[in-house]
């Protein structure tokens, strides 16, 4: 049994042959990069396997995987070193443009133009795949209604949400009916709502269209949408087969344990280093254990001297399998593949350091460090942010949930000061920032959702860069530097320029700099956003050690799971609060007879939709 106690699984030397028709065949395919400093990246090594015709097949894997590689030899954009790509019986490499016309391809920037309209990019896309004139119109009308975007045909594209923006490049890479889909992680980025959308279409393209499909993803729920799915790992398949056989495997591995005298995040620092334990997860005011092997485990060894505790067998998921899968593989070494942008990797997390002894869970009648009060911002005749108020304790962990275009992020801009507000209050830290933005600024620290530092210079140059703008004495910015080095494992790649950096690298060193003149508040938004399993579990730990020291966190994020490691969340729709409450309350509004235990997925979105049939039976007939 290989380390992390993941079940053995065949790794295939040719194609599964299921008795069935191929849609794609990868036989024994090799690509190999060279980057900018002359390292050679093996992007693939010798990976095979077969996407049968009919079907929704994940590719899944961590950061730097290969899975952005083998979507773009399938393709027919990148020629491979060795093996072969049989896309709908043409070969990828040498009959590229006959494959190119009869698939479609999402990449994960999608090319939309944002000063086009809904209905002019598809025309445009329409051009480019050769569409005839007479055949638009029922082919626009068809997937207009699918993605739900009729009314929207005249706005503008950069107008759009995230997630509409996410059903317009399916729609347009759809304007020419294609028997083969390939779609690279089409849902990062966006809210659950709009993922449960993305997906509706999905299978309505394979059962109405008979479309094959093979996606990938970061979010593992996904996973077990798909008949089949493919882990990657290094350029190597690793595992594959039907995510539920997968899953299942992990039977009598998967426990959840609670312990009345601990907060949420005490009880996860300490599970996390008991014996035995592969993978902790908060959820709820529990946490969720998976084993090494299939044994009821012993709480007094769990958690020695703790009174009151509780564990029970809980069933396995697929991200249990693929965490406990990964954990026993090396990792690579923070350097971004060649294989572009959209190209990552993650890490072994580093050890958190040990929590001190204060509570963690802030009581709710703590001392308020942000007070919003009837807070406004307008962008001429738009309301961003509408009458928000609410109020986060110190050292509390408070999150903000919202669908794309909720609001959530212009709320964020102007907690940090970046952003005037257009009425209302907002005090952060004791101060009024729409009368001194500068002085609440030097007490938080601020992790936009995209990569904010600066490309070329080095990591060591980026970190010295926010420690002068932060005011640090060079004595204290050397101090702040080594730490960052040692507590973010930074030190090897001191000298490389953070352009060159993996995702889950560059997350790393952007948590840092946010955190170089110690703040007494972070800001976190969507930090995780694109990152994998492994990388999003290191990041949490680091939160939770920062939490426990009494740092106040506020987040937002769009893996549901994230959010229970909020002691408190708001719930954000069209520019303002649906809900304050715990992630344990807010499930708790979502519980009923057909769903009994719903998860955070189930009572975000139930909210939402509520919330929207609500506002649908109180607007005047036109």
Not at 86 to 107: C, F, N, R
């Amino acid at each position: 049994m290989p380390p992390g106690g993941a079940a053995p699984s065949t790794r295939p030397d040719s194609p599964v042959d299921h008795g069935e028709p191929v849609a794609l065949e990868i036989k024994q395919l090799s690509k190999a990069f060279q980057a900018s400093n002359g390292r050679v990246v093996q992007a693939l090594d010798k990976v095979s396997f077969s996407v049968r015709h009919g079907r929704v097949s994940g590719l899944i894997g961590p950061d730097s995987a290969g899975k952005t590689t083998l979507m773009r030899l399938a393709a027919g954009l990148l020629l491979a070193d060795s093996g072969s790509v049989t896309v709908l019986g043409k070969d990828a490499g040498s009959e590229s443009l006959q494959v190119q016309g009869s698939i479609g391809y999402m990449p994960q920037r999608f090319g939309l133009y944002d000063d086009l309209t809904v209905q002019e990019n598809l025309d445009l896309y329409a051009d480019l795949q050769g569409v005839a004139l007479p055949d638009r119109g029922d082919r626009y009308g068809e997937l207009l209604q699918m993605a739900g975007l009729e009314p929207f045909t005249r706005r503008l594209a950069g107008k759009l949400s995230g997630g509409m923006k996410q059903k317009l490049g399916l729609a347009c890479s759809l304007v020419r009916q294609p028997a083969l889909l390939l779609l690279d992680e089409p849902t990062v980025g966006v809210d659950p709502l709009s993922r449960r959308e993305l997906w509706a279409i999905v299978n309505r393209l394979v059962r109405n269209e008979q479309t094959t499909v093979l996606l990938s993803t970061a979010y593992l729920d996904e996973a077990e949408r798909c008949d089949e799915i493919f882990l990657l790992h290094d350029g190597q398949l690793l595992d594959q087969g039907d995510p539920k056989i997968l899953r299942d495997r992990l039977q009598g591995r998967i426990f959840s344990v609670s312990a009345e005298k601990l907060s949420k995040r005490s009880l996860h620092a300490q599970l996390s280093q008991a014996p035995g334990v592969v993978d902790a997860v908060i959820q709820g005011e529990q946490v969720r254990l998976v084993m090494a092997v299939a044994t009821p485990p012993r709480l007094a060894a769990l958690l020695p001297g703790i009174e009151n505790a509780r564990i029970s067998a809980v069933p396995p998921r697929y991200e249990d399998s693929f965490i406990a899968l990964l954990k026993g593989q090396p990792h690579a070494d923070g350097l971004d593949s060649p294989d572009g942008p959209d190209s990552q990797d993650s890490a072994a997390p580093a050890p958190a350091a040990a929590p001190d002894a204060r509570p963690s869970t802030p009581t709710q009648d703590a001392a308020a460090i942000i007070e919003v009060n009837q807070l406004e911002r307008s962008f001429g005749s738009f309301r961003a942010v509408r009458n928000v108020s609410f109020a986060v304790a110190a050292g509390e962990v408070f999150g903000l949930l919202g669908a794309n275009g909720a609001g959530k992020t212009t709320t964020f801009r102007m907690l940090c000061g970046l952003l005037p507000a257009s009425g209302g209050s907002l005090r952060v830290a004791g101060v009024d920032l729409r009368h001194a933005p500068a002085a609440a600024r030097a007490r938080i620290g601020y992790m936009s959702q995209k990569f904010s530092l600066y490309g070329h210079l080095s990591v060591a140059e980026n970190l010295r860069f926010f420690s002068s703008a932060y005011g640090l004495s060079r004595q204290r910015a050397e101090q702040r530097m080594r730490w960052a080095m040692r507590e973010f494992a930074l030190a090897p790649l001191a000298a490389t320029a953070s352009g060159d950096l993996s995702l889950g690298y560059k997350q790393r060193l952007a948590l840092a700099c946010a955190l170089m003149h110690e703040p007494d508040i972070l800001f976190l938004d969507e930090p995780t956003s694109g990152v994998d399993p492994l990388a999003r579990r290191e990041f949490w730990q680091r939160i939770n050690t920062l939490a426990e020291q009494g740092v106040t966190i506020m987040v937002t994020t769009h893996f549901m799971e994230e959010a229970e490691y909020c002691d408190r969340l708001a719930i954000m729709v069209a520019g303002e609060i649906l809900t304050i409450g715990t992630p344990t309350a807010i499930k708790r509004q979502a519980r009923s007879e057909a769903l009994p235990d719903p998860s955070m997925e189930d009572a975000f979105i139930g909210l939402i939709e509520a919330h929207s049939r609500a506002e649908s039976q109180t607007e005047p007939a036109s």
